[in-house]
């Protein structure tokens, strides 16, 4: 079955580094990719998205870009914050099939000291 | 701006009690996921509805869990009887739709953190 694998945790960087969270995914048919977030506290919430192999998803300084031919999207910044400090999940939904579900990837914690 | 809304967002129980999870999906949205999230599991889709009608619980305990969708505005999962391991962070989410941001993405409410005594 459809499945994401990401890279374990947990992350620990010193601000401004560069933050590389690996993602790679196995699935039938055209998935679409997508990284959550979970700050502390708090319920998970997008981040960015690609829909088809080739695009590159951006928000708030993040970017990772659909490769089909290596089955992944990793996540990248180049230069993060104390405020990135939180649990960043990779997930794929699969455009085949008639559900909307989301499949998950187990989670990275990442923790950003000044 | 539309919220997932859960309650209760904390509730501490001890074991053989029921419990009830309440979401109130943004409105509009047509379908509603319920996970489950532990530090072993990671985080686990227990059920989804579509329109009100269950389309995949097969992530749920069935002898002891059940989701239900009583109208539009409200999803509930229940635990009866509870136990220890039970205990994890229960998220509720909604998305679906035709078009637009809803048909894609999912959105998630702040959870309710359930401990089992």
């Known amino acids: 079955g459809d499945s994401v694998t990401q890279m374990e945790g947990p992350v620990t960087l010193s601000e401004e580094a560069f933050l590389t969270i690996n993602c790679t995914y196995t699935a039938t048919g055209y998935p679409s990719l997508f990284w959550y977030v979970q700050y502390p506290g708090e319920g998970l919430q997008l981040l960015l998205k690609a829909t088809k192999a080739d695009d590159k998803g951006s928000n708030k300084g993040f970017e990772a870009t659909y490769r089909k031919e290596t089955t992944s999207f990793h996540l990248e910044k180049g230069s993060v914050q104390v405020s990135d400090s939180a649990v960043y999940f990779c997930a794929l939904k699969n455009a085949n099939q008639a559900g909307t579900a989301l499949i998950f990837g187990k989670g990275t914690t990442l923790s950003v000291s000044s | 701006d ?37 530090m072993m599991q990671g985080l686990e889709l227990l059920a989804y509805f579509r329109n009100r009608a269950p389309l995949d619980d097969s992530g749920m305990p069935k002898d ?13 999962l229940k635990i009866q009887p509870s136990e220890p391991r039970d205990s994890a962070v229960y998220f509720c989410a909604s998305g679906g739709g035709i078009s637009g941001r809803a048909y894609n993405e999912q959105f998630f409410g702040p959870g309710t953190r359930l401990t089992v005594l």
Request: aromatic residues 8%.
């Open chain 2, 2 to 38: 539309a919220r997932v809304t859960q309650t209760p967002r904390h509730k501490v129980t001890e074991m053989g009690q029921e419990v009830t999870m309440r979401c109130q999906p943004i409105l509009g949205h047509n379908t509603v996921f319920w996970y489950r999230q532990t």
């Open chain 2, 64 to 76: 002891r869990f059940s989701a239900e969708m009583p109208d539009a505005t409200l999803a509930t």
